[in-house]
Nanobody
Framework: QVQLVESGGGLVQAGGSLRLSCAASGRTFSSYVMGWFRQAPGKEREFVAAVSWGGISTYYADSVKGRFTISRDNAKNTLYLQMNSLKPEDTAVYYC???????????????????WGPGTQVTVSS
């Protein structure tokens, strides 16, 4: 089992940057594929990025590819999301989540993640 807490959200102007962190408790962080999702008001939760157990493989939604970078530090039990060139449409609550893995594009589906953080608000002004 793992508990997750996000931090680093805030208000930023369009074109700016933010770095989100997700601190995990427990000694099994490296056993999970980790992902970032976001949810804007009135919209469904959507996949943003995911990273494999050792951090070698990364996956991104088309909407953030080239602007966001996901990474993890298993020694520190921490997941990161570096967000650059932010746009107003990136405004949402951002969640980190842990998955045991799967096949195909399992990492894109919220149902494949067992543990979730409470979320952190990111607001991008135009």
């Amino acid at each position: 089992q793992v508990q997750l807490v996000e931090s680093g959200g805030g208000l930023v102007q369009a074109g700016g940057s933010l770095r989100l962190s997700c601190a995990a408790s427990g000694r099994t962080f490296s056993s999970y594929v980790m992902g970032w999702f976001r949810q804007a008001p009135g919209k469904e939760r959507e996949f943003v990025a995911a990273v494999s157990w050792g951090g070698i493989s990364t996956y991104y939604a088309d909407s953030v590819k080239g602007r966001f970078t996901i990474s993890r530090d298993n020694a520190k039990n921490t997941l990161y999301l570096q967000m650059n060139s932010l746009k107003p449409e990136d405004t949402a609550v951002y969640y980190c989540a842990a998955s045991l893995g799967g096949s195909g594009t399992y990492y894109e589906q919220p149902k494949n993640y067992y543990y979730w953080g409470p979320g952190t608000q990111v607001t991008v002004s135009s």
